[in-house]
């Protein structure tokens, strides 16, 4: 059990948005002060159409997003050197490719954050979205940058 069990949640939380923001952003090209301001008074924390959104860490929330952006080019090549041959990031659908991208910044960036704990964070994200076969994608797919992008 983790020691801090109300920051293990908000980070999750944290997570979940991040991938909604960076599809988001995908979708819409939506600026990216201007989608961080969305989610801060919006989205965090909030209840929609009888939804409730957990408290997120908002700058655990801000570094995931704002990471994937600065970085965007570092990180689609450490996880396309890690697709199958014939495959792009362009073939995945974009819910995947915003979750492998936040995975992929947190193990570049966050060396605070355990291998194990990054893969097993985004695996559960990947389950809102996806069946048991992606998920299963996502855990070996993150596990193979972590071995790329992570010493020891």
């Known amino acids: 059990m983790s020691k801090h069990p109300n920051r293990s949640r908000a980070r999750s939380a944290a997570r979940l948005a991040a991938v909604q923001a960076l599809y988001q952003r995908e979708m819409e090209n939506t600026p990216l002060p201007r989608l961080l301001d969305e ?34 080019e570092e990180i689609d090549a450490a996880v396309t050197a890690r697709l199958g041959k014939g ?21 570049i960036a966050r060396p605070d954050v355990p291998t194990a704990s990054v893969i097993s964070e985004y695996v559960d994200v990947a389950d809102a979205f ?9 855990n ?7 071995k790329d992008v992570r010493t020891a």
């Open 39 to 72: 989610f801060h008074r919006h989205r965090l924390g909030a209840t929609i159409e009888d939804v409730d959104y957990a408290d997120a860490e908002v700058d655990f929330f801000d570094d995931l997003v704002r990471g994937v952006d600065a970085r965007l």
């Open 87 to 107: 495959w792009t990031l362009a073939r995945l659908d974009r819910p995947m490719r915003a979750i492998l991208r936040a995975g992929t910044y947190e193990l």
């Open 130 to 138: 996806f069946d048991k076969r992606e998920t299963g994608f996502v």
């Open 140 to 146: 070996g797919l993150l596990d193979a940058v972590a």
